[in-house]
């Protein structure tokens, strides 16, 4: 859906972001940013794919890139 330049300014939000639309008591339609959860859901446990490196086998990588290798 394609909103006004204005109107997605206004709800700070842009190509891709998701807008709930709510229906007000008066029967007006309400348009609604993102929460901040639903902008951070995809960014949810994204650090911890791969597995990562523990501290130490990271110092170990950097002795190691500085020639700092202990035999």
Same mark, same amino acid.
């Given at each position: 859906m394609t909103l006004p330049? @204005? %109107? =997605?300014? +206004? +709800?700070? %939000? @842009?190509?891709? *972001? =998701?807008?709930?639309?709510?229906? @007000? *008591?008066d029967g007006s339609i309400v348009l609604l940013p993102p929460s901040v959860r639903e902008r951070l859901a995809p960014l949810v446990g994204r650090s911890r794919r791969g597995g990562g490196k523990s501290p130490e086998a990271v110092d170990a990588e950097v002795r190691e890139m500085r020639g700092d290798i202990e035999e």
């Open positions: 330049k @204005g %109107v =997605s300014a +206004l +709800l700070n %939000v @842009g190509p891709g *972001d =998701s807008i709930r639309f709510e229906l @007000g *008591d």
